[in-house]
């Protein structure tokens, strides 16, 4: 320990000495002793003891002072505390210096990993463009289509309206004919230009469609054009009208079958109440015909990852593969009862089928939820699982899954948790398929999740 010290000392040093007396005494004779003479100072001659007194000049000093208070064992133990502290410090600075190098390769990773991350981003962000972009050209073709509905909608009106005209000339040329016929063997006069009226029965052949059987005609030869076109006026049905054949529109396929149509083909369809036309593909020569066509796959050729919007307004080729339109659906399974068959096959030409007992569609309110009815059937059944379920698509998640299915399914269906079936997912060549996820054309009662059928189709028919 060092210490600084100013230190004004004066000492005092006092001597006593205890001179024996030379020849008895020391004091005995002073100042006749010479002995006296040797000490020049003498503080205290008397009382038999000598003392002497020193004075020390007062010494002042200056500048540092080093103290070395403790003991030499003392110093040793301090060295071998601060070692071991040093030791322990050594220590925690190689930890530490352990943790840096580790925190710098995470570091790097994190770098890297913000790298990887950003460029997703931008990926994602250019896929999304692109998502948007064709949504947006689907969305005006789908406008297009519309308009052009409206335009064949309109020309078929008036086609119509032509051969209601027509039907009627030829209606009323017959029932002139006819009352030429019965002029011989029924009354009738002459009076001036006219001819009494009379009553004609026209047969259901020709009046088919008609609410009465019975149609009362008066008319005279010279009126008889303006009153049956009068009466046309009030009662449109009345007048047989027998379409011309591919005319249309039918309600359905059954009713094109109904139309004497027996060629499977596409029709131009028009539900009742609907106000929308819609095209569709009958099939009238498998399981007793009349069958509308509402989905088919065959070749892989039409892509059914779609939108909500695309979904309801239907989509691909009527003569080959392609969805209807959950709309469409919508309008046609309200106007009466149907029943849905469901046919598919695989790859060796295997041929089975499900059949539903009723089918219908709830309202877009509801996100077209489906209501099925009774199965039976070959194939084994695979949609009874998604009754009641509301229809999802990738852009509209309304299954039971916390994720999206249709994200997974690559497709359209009602799904729940996701699919006993999958329809509209991704054709697969051969069958077997590998994917990461279960999203083939399948029924998993026919074959499981992982085969892609080859040919399936879905058909509605009234019952
Ligand atoms: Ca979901």
Redesign the pocket.
Known sequence: MEKKLSLGLTLFLTLCLDIPEAGGRKDGASGDNPGDKHSPRSSDTKGGRCSYTFIVPQQKLTGALCLNTQSATTNHSEVAVLRAELKRQQEQLEKLRGQLDQEGALALEIRALRKESNSMNSRIAQLYAQLLNEVLQKKDQALEQRRVENLLLNATTQVSRELQSFSQNQFIARLEKQCQCRDSTHQSSLVGNKLQCECLKITPEIQEGTENDLLLLCWSGQVMNEQAKSQSNVHPNYIALPLTPNSGPWRDCQHVLESGETISGIYLLRPQSANRLMQAWCEQSRAQGGWTVIQRRLDGSVNFFRTWEQYKQGFGNLDGEYWLGLEHLYWLTKQAQYKLRVALEDWQGRQVFAEYDSFRLEPETDWYRLRLGQYQGTAGDSLSWHNNKAF?TLDR?????????AHFQKGGWW?HMCAHSNLNGVWYRGGHYRSRYQDGVYWAEFHGGSYSLKRVSMMIKPT
């Open positions: 999802t998640d309304k299954d039971s899954y916390t994720g999206n299915c799904y």
